[in-house]
């Protein structure tokens, strides 16, 4: 917020609010069974929601619900006209599967969402767009078998780092054989890499004719991440968003709503996030 104020883009912007997701909403991605887990755990605030990277604490239920709400919120806002863009900082959560969390990520916003634009309001075609550095695995095994969902994840190789999954020939199974995109990139990979790596995207959503589309904004693959090794400045972030509003705008929709993701160096986070609403607000 304070890089916002300092460039002068707070003025230009409303500030929604978050809500709780309700359980139905949660059911439209999460399993039942994995719900009540992490009910009971937040209310006890012991043991883990996976296998060790995510603790539960007293309230996790509460919280993890409202970043749902809030990206939900931000989604209705655009398709009812309330919004041209959208953008949610603490959005983006990609890790966490149907029946499980993973990676800090409790329940998958980016999941529901796309489960939410599907039945509340009747659209098929969507693209999911992500930069963050990890492989965006919650969202890509969660949908690999489905057609529909347009998946294209710029990530570090998962060899070098967490989760390992995203290779390059994983591009969908059965019915979605072939419609997906993973391209991971070596530990060091530049804005050249990313550019290069970007028009490959662009070409997929475009081609793809998705009715919304919604991009993970990861700023840990900005240079100088403590967990990671990408090397993007915080322009890749800039240009990515701008280039899906063009492309949105080209479709006659202009449906975009960015989600903040991963990023452990809060100086990344300000200038990488600050881009992105930037590019919302001048497309």
């Not at 599907?118 to 963050?132: E, F, N, S, T």
């Not at 967490?162 to 804005?191: C, H, M, Q, V």
Request: net charge negative; aromatic share 8%; glycine share 12%.
């Amino acid at each position: 917020m304070r890089e916002l104020q300092q460039r002068g883009l707070d003025q230009k912007v409303v500030r929604g609010k978050p809500r709780e997701a309700t359980r139905e909403e949660l059911e439209s991605f999460h399993t039942p069974e994995y719900i009540d887990l992490v009910q009971s755990r937040s209310i006890s605030g012991l043991g883990f929601l996976d296998g060790g990277d995510t603790p539960a604490w007293k309230g996790v239920f509460e919280a993890a619900s409202h970043v749902v709400g809030a990206t939900l919120n931000a989604v209705d806002a655009v398709m009812e006209g309330r919004a041209g863009r959208a953008f949610i900082p603490i959005a983006g959560l990609h890790h966490a599967a149907r029946r499980s969390a993973a990676g800090f990520c409790v329940f998958n916003d980016c999941g529901v969402a796309i489960e939410q634009l599907r039945r509340k309001h009747g659209l098929r075609r969507i693209a999911y767009v992500d930069i963050d550095a990890h492989h965006g695995d919650g969202v890509f095994y969660a949908f690999e078998s489905d057609p529909d969902l347009l998946f294209a994840d710029l990530h570090e190789d998962g060899r070098h780092l967490y989760p390992g999954t995203g290779r390059d020939d994983e591009t969908g199974r059965g019915p979605a054989e072939g419609t997906k995109l993973n391209i991971p990139l070596p530990p060091g990979a530049s804005d050249e890499a990313f550019q290069e790596a970007w028009s490959r995207v662009e070409e997929y959503v475009e081609a793809g004719r998705p009715e919304f589309i919604l991009l993970q904004c990861g700023a840990d693959s900005v240079d100088g991440d403590p967990l990671t090794h990408m090397q993007f400045t915080p322009a890749a972030h800039k240009v990515a968003a701008g280039r899906l509003c063009a492309i949105a705008d080209r479709l006659g929709h202009g449906r975009v709503v960015a989600m903040g993701g991963g990023g452990y160096n809060r100086r990344n986070l300000a200038r990488a996030w600050s881009g992105v609403v930037e590019a919302l607000l001048d497309s």
